[in-house]
């Protein structure tokens, strides 16, 4: 019987019931503040794990892993983001068993703190170096987290067999692994774009007075305080362009209503912990006093605004923002166009 018949049948419930099923289990990758990962061990077997464990029949893999985060650590805590989904062969346990593995954290200090092992399946709980987490896990389960943590660099989902990832995996494929399987020819269009690297895409608008000062934002949701040039991500999936979403932000973050002049430069950021990004930087124009009384910021994303030399955005901007910065505004000084930088640099 197949699934549509059997949805429509009078005996649904009684057919899916006598189906075999692989087991399936919700898996947290905890982090606290310093990016350490959660690591348990069980009092019921030896070596370490993850937080989490089997679904009940109710249960969709995200509920489980809740209730078994309170169970086992006493924390009611939020599940996030899906990083990878891994099946472990029947052979290892009896029976197939799909993991779905999620983001939650980081932990707050007074989370860690409240840790506390409620039902007695744990005995320990401690956080750990990503590696070194990866290396003192269970060889089949370090796979697993390799992959996540690599899906969750990446902003993507991991999918894994055995631990391993598969071809069409949107991340944990190794560079060489992709390449290898793009140049066999093997794989079909859907896989090959769900393996090509991503990039981040923002736009931003340079406002000057034209003696070497540009006006630069703080937003309220950074961590480390550091200001930013006006601008924000571009809504590619909307079909949103560079320019449009330069000049949305515009008016969005500022209140500016204007046209956007040339684009000065695009600027590559290599991947670190984070997709690549580019920045399309434009030419908003020389601003006047009466335009800058007029700047209304959102409340909720910016709490201020300054205008400020290359020397005076030091120390507020990250280091390559003030070389993005800098190449900018000589380059409106110089009449220039179409820069290409590299985290800031002119190539």
Same mark, same amino acid.
């Given at each position: 019987?197949?699934?549509?018949?059997?949805?429509?049948?009078?005996?649904?419930?009684?057919?899916?019931?006598?189906?075999?099923?692989?087991?399936?289990?919700?898996?947290?990758?905890?982090?606290?503040?310093?990016?350490?990962?959660?690591?348990?061990?069980?009092?019921?077997?030896?070596?370490?794990?993850?937080?989490?464990?089997?679904?009940?029949?109710?249960?969709?893999?995200?509920?489980?892993?809740?209730?078994?985060?309170?169970?086992?650590?006493?924390?009611?805590?939020?599940?996030?983001?899906?990083?990878?989904?891994?099946?472990?062969?029947?052979?290892?346990?009896?029976?197939?068993?799909?993991?779905?593995?999620?983001?939650?954290?980081?932990?707050?200090?007074?989370?860690?703190?409240?840790?506390?092992?409620?039902?007695?399946?744990?005995?320990?709980?401690?956080?750990?170096?990503?590696?070194?987490?990866?290396?003192?896990?269970?060889?089949?389960?370090?796979?697993?987290?390799?992959?996540?943590?690599?899906?969750?660099?990446?902003?993507?989902?991991?999918?894994?067999?055995?631990?391993?990832?598969?071809?069409?995996?949107?991340?944990?494929?190794?560079?060489?692994?992709?390449?290898?399987?793009?140049?066999?020819?093997?794989?079909?269009?859907?896989?090959?774009?769900?393996?090509?690297?991503?990039?981040?895409?923002?736009?931003?608008?340079?406002?000057?007075?034209?003696?070497?000062?540009?006006?630069?934002?703080?937003?309220?949701?950074?961590?480390?305080?550091?200001?930013?040039?006006?601008?924000?991500?571009?809504?590619?999936?909307?079909?949103?362009?560079?320019?449009?979403?330069?000049?949305?932000?515009?008016?969005?973050?500022?209140?500016?209503?204007?046209?956007?002049?040339?684009?000065?430069?695009?600027?590559?950021?290599?991947?670190?912990?984070?997709?690549?990004?580019?920045?399309?930087?434009?030419?908003?124009?020389?601003?006047? $006093? %009466?335009? /800058? *009384? #007029? =700047?209304?910021?959102?409340?909720?994303? &910016?709490?201020?605004? !300054?205008?400020?030399? @290359?020397?005076?955005?030091?120390?507020?901007?990250?280091?390559?923002?003030?070389?993005?910065? $800098? %190449?900018? /505004? *000589? #380059? =409106?000084?110089?009449?220039?166009?179409? &820069?290409?930088?590299? !985290?800031?640099?002119? @190539?």
């Amino acid at each position: 019987m197949d699934e549509e018949t059997a949805q429509t049948g009078a005996d649904a419930r009684a057919y899916y019931a006598q189906v075999p099923a692989p087991m399936v289990c919700g898996t947290a990758l905890v982090t606290d503040a310093e990016g350490r990962i959660l690591v348990v061990e069980p009092s019921y077997k030896p070596g370490l794990d993850l937080p989490g464990g089997l679904v009940l029949d109710q249960e969709s893999p995200r509920q489980g892993l809740a209730r078994e985060l309170v169970e086992e650590l006493g924390l009611n805590l939020e599940v996030g983001r899906l990083l990878a989904v891994d099946t472990t062969p029947a052979a290892v346990h009896g029976r197939a068993l799909v993991a779905h593995v999620h983001a939650v954290g980081p932990l707050t200090a007074a989370q860690v703190a409240d840790i506390r092992f409620a039902d007695g399946e744990l005995s320990s709980a401690s956080f750990l170096p990503p590696a070194e987490a990866v290396r003192r896990l269970p060889e089949r389960l370090g796979r697993r987290v390799r992959g996540a943590l690599e899906a969750m660099a990446a902003g993507s989902i991991a999918y894994l067999d055995d631990g391993r990832p598969q071809p069409g995996s949107p991340a944990g494929l190794p560079a060489e692994e992709r390449i290898r399987l793009e140049e066999s020819g093997t794989i079909g269009r859907d896989a090959h774009l769900a393996m090509r690297p991503k990039a981040l895409t923002s736009a931003n608008v340079l406002l000057h007075d034209g003696r070497g000062r540009a006006l630069i934002v703080r937003p309220t949701y950074r961590q480390d305080g550091r200001w930013l040039l006006p601008g924000g991500g571009i809504d590619s999936d909307t079909g949103e362009t560079p320019r449009a979403a330069a000049q949305r932000e515009l008016r969005e973050e500022l209140g500016f209503e204007r046209p956007l002049g040339s684009l000065l430069a695009t600027d590559w950021s290599p991947p670190a912990d984070r997709p690549a990004m580019v920045a399309f930087v434009y030419d908003g124009g020389p601003v006047t $006093a %009466a335009e /800058l *009384d #007029a =700047v209304r910021l959102p409340p909720g994303e &910016l709490d201020a605004w !300054r205008m400020v030399t @290359v020397e005076e955005s030091r120390g507020l901007l990250l280091d390559p923002l003030v070389d993005r910065l $800098a %190449a900018c /505004l *000589d #380059a =409106v000084a110089a009449g220039a166009r179409g &820069l290409e930088l590299v !985290r800031g640099l002119p @190539v």
